[in-house]
């Protein structure tokens, strides 16, 4: 089950929004500013944050809360077309702003995309980490094969040496 923090300050659409969510595969918990969430992040594994931007961006709640929320995936809801305090979310690239979604499927689409973008980023790190303990293991191979190749060589140069020493001696 996913676990979506909802920060708002009782906006309507938010909670009709909630309504929705709950009856899906999801857990909520709401929290009514950054402070609230900022102590919930710090104790519970959030895999979304859906966030109301009606909070100021200058606070230093804001930038603690950029802080703890980094890697999370947030859909901040804005309200009007004036993006004026938006640049300061728009630099976190796990931020997805959207225009005050008009309907339920439309919130669910993107609360799954950002799911799904993050299950996405997860299994990439994973890869990635997988790809270069592979190669550090290909590497080690790549060396012993040298040895071995260098020690029959190796090999192969002290046995002629002996049979010439050999047919020198006698």
């Known amino acids: 089950m996913y676990k ?5 300050k009782d906006r309507p659409l938010i909670h009709s929004f909630h309504k929705i969510l709950k009856r899906k595969e999801f857990s909520l918990v709401k929290a009514r500013g950054l402070k609230e969430s900022i102590r919930y992040l710090k104790k519970n594994k959030i895999d979304l944050i859906v966030v109301n931007k009606v909070f100021s961006t200058s ?7 950029k802080d703890s929320a980094n890697a999370i ?6 309200h009007n077309h004036r993006l004026k305090g938006l640049s300061l979310w728009l630099r976190d690239r796990s931020v997805t702003p959207v225009y005050e979604p008009t309907s339920s499927m439309e919130f669910k689409y993107w609360v799954k995309r950002l799911l799904r973008d993050k299950a996405i980023i997860r299994e990439k790190q994973e890869l990635r980490a997988t790809l270069k303990a592979k ?19 190796l090999n192969k140069t002290l046995t002629s040496i002996m049979k010439k020493t050999q047919t020198m001696i006698g």
């Open 59 to 65: 606070s230093v709640d804001f930038k603690k809360f």
């Open 135 to 153: 190669k550090k293991e290909l590497g080690f191979f790549e060396d012993i094969t040298r040895v071995l190749t260098s020690t029959l060589r």
């Open 73 to 78: 995936p947030k859909l901040v809801i804005i």
């Open 4 to 8: 979506i923090l909802l920060i708002d």
